[in-house]
Structure formats: structure tokens, C-alpha cells
DNA sequence: GTTATTGCAAATGATTTGCACAAGG
DNA sequence: CCTTGTGCAAATCATTTGCAATAAC
């Protein structure tokens, strides 16, 4: 995997006339060390462990470049900061359910709605380049049990619930 | 339609305790007055015509309580400020297609796409509450006769085309 | 050497909030 | 009256930008 980002930005940066610098190599690496959604703000303070003079200009300026090249992609998940998600190389037409419940992000991929979906915009005269989908909704476990397995889940790898606000 | 906004809007504010205003009255009549999208700022812009003395925070703090009360919906277009959708009461499940080449947004409604959707929640555990769909689609036309006619229409009707920045 | 890049701090822009006054019930 | 709502201006918060210094190529 990584093997591949590189290669797909060291093409981007030369077609682009841009320039490999250390922070942009380790905020690439920081990135894709995880498979986990990010902020700009979480993506920093990690950075900001590797070297910590980067500032956060670059950590924006280099998301910004990400995007572009498609190594990286923002999606909604309903809060104030744009979220950032590193697995669509791996996972090129995923989409997102968000528990109401515990706020945890089940990420699915599903050729059926990408079918339907593809049948809706011919139907409407054109073609679909990307599609976002994000499905909010209830753990049937905590319905049924009382109990959310996921929200337990949650809990235990420490994974961050919804946003205060 | 506008019998059953006020008749939900009321209902709404007499279970919270709150009080029916002039302000609030206003906003939405001009919320509901159209069926266009839109954002706050262009909603303060159009309530200002009415009343030349309300404030930008009683929009936001209206937008808020519509929101609430579910007669108004914020959705992502993938601009920077959030996009209020007053149709959801006419359409409860539409879904949109913003066109990438004019961004002209397409409303839709398509059970398909709901059934398979339900069926990937119901397959991970969960049961659907609500789900927001964006396609992000080229114009067939363009592509093969070079004009678009969305983009045409667009211009025609004077509808914003996509965001500056 | 040029030209892109960085860090810093200041600027921006949307949205929120504290507060004194006004208005609804 | 008593409490909620409003307008105003100031505050927030994420993100962007101008600029002088620094580092790629």
C-alpha cells in the first residue's frame, strides 16, 4: 500500500512541477499509518509527534494536496470539521454508516447500491463520477438487548464517540 | 403545505415551551415560500426584504429550531456553508445529483436505491433512521452533443451555478 | 540561482454567544 | 410579571493567506 502512494504522489508531484519536502513526506506517512478517519486539528497533533516544528499551515496545504491527487478524501460525517478518510485506495466505492447511538463509523461497500445509484443518473441523463451515501442509523442490538455492541466496541479501543458541541 | 408547517412548527414550540415571534413567523413564510436551497446568509438577505430589522442570529437560532423540528434539512453540496433543503416534507426520502460540469442539483426520490440501502444497514445490524445520498455526475449531453442542456437552463433561470472561492 | 515551500501571525468567513432590552403568554 | 426571544457586537473556530526566510532541484 504504501508502496503505491508513493509512487501515485511522487507522479503527482512531478506532473504538478511541485517539490518532495520532509514535511510532506511525513504527514504522507502519518496519514496512512492508519486506516482511521481524521480532522486537519487530530492529523497535526499527530504530526506534531514525527516533527514538531511542522506547523499547521502545511499540515492544510498538504491535505489540500492530497485531495487533489486523490490519495485522500473528505467526507461528511455531520460534524463542524471536514473528515478526512485514507482507505479509498484500498476501498475505491465505500460508503458510511454512522451509529445514532454511539457515533461509531461502519464504513460498508455494496455493489447492489452502487448499481441503483448508477440506474438513478442515467435514468436523470447523466453519468455519476462519485458518489457519497452516508446511512444514519440505530444499533438493533440496543433495541432488542438493550445492549450496543458497538458502542461497547467503542469503548474499549478508545475510539472517539460523537463530537461535544 | 404551508397549513402543515405551521400546524407542525406550533406543535413543536408549544411541547418546548417556546413562544410563537413575529421573527419567527417571517423566517418561515420565507423559508417555505420557495423550494430552493439554500444558505443562511441568502436566507438573512431574503428575510431582510420583509423585515428590514431582524438579525442574522435570529436566522441562525431559527435555522436551528427548523432544523429540530424536522420541517428543514441541512444538507452537503460540498460547499462551505451548510445548504438548508425545505422539500423533505413533499419528498421525505429525496437524495441529490449535483451535476459536476454546470452544478445544477437534481432532486430524486427512488425506492431502489432505499431498498438496498435498508438491506446493507439491516445486514451490519442496524435500522435506518435517515440516509443522504450525493452523486456527483457528468452530463451525458455535454459529453456527446458538447452542450449541456442543465447548464443552459441554469443560465437561463438565472439559478447560482456553482460557488465562487 | 530560481522557484516552490514553510512557519508565523494575521486575516477570513461562517456561525455562536453574552448581554441588556423588548415582547409573548 | 416572569421568562423567552431579539439585536448587537464581540467571540469562536476552522481554515486560508501574505510574507520573509528556507529549502528543493
Redesign the interface.
Known amino acids: 500500500m504504501e508502496a503505491e502512494i508513493r509512487q501515485r504522489l511522487d507522479e503527482f508531484i512531478r506532473r504538478k512541477g511541485l517539490r518532495r519536502t520532509t514535511q510532506r513526506e511525513q504527514i504522507v506517512s502519518v496519514v496512512f499509518s492508519r486506516d482511521e478517519h481524521f480532522t486537519a486539528e487530530e492529523l497535526f497533533e499527530r504530526v506534531r509527534k514525527v516533527d514538531s516544528e511542522t506547523s499547521r499551515a502545511t499540515v492544510y496545504r498538504t491535505l489540500g494536496l492530497l485531495v487533489e491527487a486523490d490519495l485522500l478524501r473528505q467526507i ?1 460525517l455531520g460534524e463542524n470539521q471536514v473528515t478526512y478518510d485514507p482507505n479509498f485506495l484500498n476501498k475505491p466505492s465505500h460508503n458510511h ?1 454512522v ?2 447511538d454511539c457515533g461509531k463509523v ?1 464504513e ?1 461497500e ?1 455493489d ?2 452502487d448499481i ?2 448508477d ?4 435514468s ?18 440496543l ?1 432488542l438487548n438493550g445492549r450496543c ?1 458497538n458502542l461497547i466496541a467503542t469503548r474499549l479501543t478508545g475510539k472517539r464517540l460523537r463530537k461535544k458541541r
Open positions: 461528511d454508516l451509529c445514532i461502519v460498508f455494496d447492489n447500491v441503483q445509484t440506474s438513478v443518473s442515467r436523470l441523463g447523466f453519468k455519476t463520477v462519485r458518489q457519497s451515501i452516508k446511512i444514519e442509523a440505530n444499533c438493533e442490538q433495541r455492541p
